[in-house]
C-alpha cells in the first residue's frame, strides 16, 4: 500500500512560482508512474500531467504544458510539480496519485490519492 502526501501549496500572486512535492512511503512508489490532478471548486478533478516510472517521460495537459513541470527523485519517493507563470485559473487543490493502468490521462485509472494540497494564484 502506498501512502501518498503533498506538501507546497499556498497563496501566490499571478505570475509566481510554487513547488508542490508529493511523498510517498510504504510499497514501491517507485515503480508506478505518477500523476498530477487538480481540482477547483465547482468542478471536477483535471489531469495535469504524468511522469513515467523512471522518470523519462512526461506528459502535460494543454492548459499548463510549458508553465509546469514534472520531476522525480526516486531515490527519495518524492516526485514534483514546478509551476511557473501561475495563472488565477490554477487556483485548485493540488492532488497527486499513483497510476495503475499505462498512460492514463483519467483520475478513474489512478489510485493511493494523496489529501490535496491548496493553491491559490491572486490577481
Known amino acids: 500500500q502506498v501512502h501518498l502526501v503533498e506538501s507546497g501549496g499556498g497563496l501566490v500572486q499571478a505570475g509566481g512560482s510554487l513547488r508542490l512535492s508529493c511523498a510517498a512511503s510504504?510499497?514501491?512508489?517507485?515503480?508506478?508512474?505518477m500523476g498530477w490532478f487538480r481540482q477547483a471548486p465547482g468542478k471536477e478533478r483535471e489531469f495535469v500531467g504524468r511522469i513515467s516510472a523512471s522518470g523519462g517521460t512526461t506528459h502535460y495537459a494543454d492548459s499548463v504544458k510549458g508553465r509546469f513541470t514534472i520531476s522525480r527523485d526516486n531515490a527519495k519517493n518524492t516526485v514534483y510539480l514546478q509551476m511557473n507563470s501561475l495563472k488565477p485559473e490554477d487556483t485548485a487543490v493540488y492532488y497527486c496519485a499513483a497510476e495503475l493502468t499505462f498512460y492514463s490521462r483519467s483520475p478513474t485509472q489512478y489510485g493511493y490519492w494523496g489529501q490535496g494540497t491548496q493553491v491559490t494564484v491572486s490577481s
Open positions: 510504504g510499497g514501491t512508489s517507485s515503480s508506478y508512474a
